[in-house]
């Protein structure tokens, strides 16, 4: 079982849909939660870290960490095209002040205009 | 103030040569995680670099080295070049203990043959 789950999509809504994508993990270590998109052939762009559980908003995107049920979500609202992408998420625990990050493998989103 | 920049961007390679790729941190980071991210998965995890030594190793082999310079910049060295090595090679800078906070470079793109 991996560590991280995340659905590879695709994905497909209709513009100004809300979006909502997910994530599963199974190490009780995880601390930080973070939401990556990465567009084609680039390099991953950090969108929102959290620590812990609770809710984060900025801008049109909220993310949400549930550390009792292992589960964290992204939301975008008001979808746009440009928000057509892979959305990564990722974990990390403190381990002595060196973190390993680990990834799930990307939800590939595409929104229509 | 320039981001992560890595080179080269694209790189084609032989089974059994050795290839080194480069990554300059952002500017004020003083951490360099790399990691490697084969088509349609996420990002896996490396290995790190804090203080020109690495800190945390993920499931790689001994073919996969690296080293960090006092300037932070950093280099990966893969030897004995597999077909299965074929990937993005991204490199990640942060402040130490901060890795959920990563900035991700462009990546290289190795092709090996």
């Known amino acids: 079982q991996k560590e991280v789950e995340q659905d590879p999509g695709p994905l497909s809504v209709p513009e100004g849909a809300i979006v909502s994508l997910n994530c599963t993990y199974s190490?009780?270590?995880?601390?930080?939660f973070m939401w990556y998109r990465q567009y084609s052939r680039k390099g991953p762009e950090l969108l929102m870290y959290?620590?812990?559980?609770g809710n984060k908003e900025d801008g049109r995107f909220t993310a949400q960490v549930d550390k009792s049920s292992k589960y964290i979500s992204l939301f975008i609202r008001d979808s746009q095209p440009s928000d057509s992408a892979t959305y990564l998420c990722a974990m990390s625990g403190d381990s002595g002040g060196y973190q390993k990050v680990t990834f799930g493998t990307g939800t590939k989103l595409q929104v229509i205009p | 103030d320039a981001g992560v920049t890595q080179s080269p961007t694209h790189l084609i390679k032989t089974r059994g040569q050795q290839v080194t790729l480069r990554c300059s941190p952002k500017?004020?980071?003083?951490?360099v995680s790399w990691y490697q991210q084969a088509l349609g998965q996420g990002p896996q995890f490396i290995f790190q670099y804090y203080e020109e030594e690495e800190r945390q190793r993920g499931n790689f082999p001994d073919r996969f080295s690296g080293h960090q310079f006092p300037n932070y910049s950093s280099e990966l060295n893969v030897n004995a070049l597999l077909l299965g090595d074929s990937a993005l090679y991204l490199c990640a800078s942060s402040l130490v203990s901060r890795t959920d906070t990563q900035y991700f470079g462009p990546g290289t793109r190795l092709t090996v043959l």
């Open positions: 500017s004020g980071h003083d951490t």
């Open positions: 959290t620590y812990s559980s």
């Open positions: 190490n009780s270590a995880f601390q930080y």
